[in-house]
């Protein structure tokens, strides 16, 4: 059966939270500089007509990796969201509790290993509980 995270557990977890969210911020505005995400996109394609094949390659890759942080972000930000919900820290399709190591390493996780393995190798849906 699961098991609830104890108010250090989730004081640890928040303060993780906060730190990638730091991080992340500065490495989106280090990438998309004071104009933004659209501003950004623009001057790389700006930058690729005058540059050929490999600026147009380093614009896909700086459009992925900026697409990917603010993934990310958004899932870090709703996992300090969640963090006082009595749910948090469970997996969100088996309801068991996802380890403390896994945890660390991921907090914004919602599944725990074995859940996410049968997700990755396509073997199933997950449920929204």
């Not at 659209?38 to 896909?60: F, I, K, N």
């Not at 996802?98 to 390493?105: D, E, N, S, T, V």
Request: aromatic share 2%.
């Amino acid at each position: 059966m699961s098991t609830a995270l104890t108010t250090a557990q989730r004081a640890e977890l928040g303060a993780l939270l906060i730190a990638r969210m730091a991080t992340l911020e500065e490495e989106i505005a280090a990438q998309e500089g004071e104009g933004g995400r659209v501003a950004a996109a623009a001057e790389l394609l700006d930058e690729s007509r005058e540059g050929g094949v490999q600026r147009e390659a380093d614009r896909a890759v700086a459009l992925q990796r900026a697409s990917q942080a603010h993934g990310e972000l958004e899932r870090v930000r709703d996992a300090l969201a969640r963090l006082e919900n009595p749910g948090f820290g469970l997996c969100s399709t088996c309801g068991e509790a996802i380890g403390m190591p896994r945890l660390q390493a991921k907090p914004w996780t919602r599944h725990c290993v074995a859940c996410e393995r049968e997700m990755e190798l396509g073997q199933s849906t997950p449920p929204r509980l």
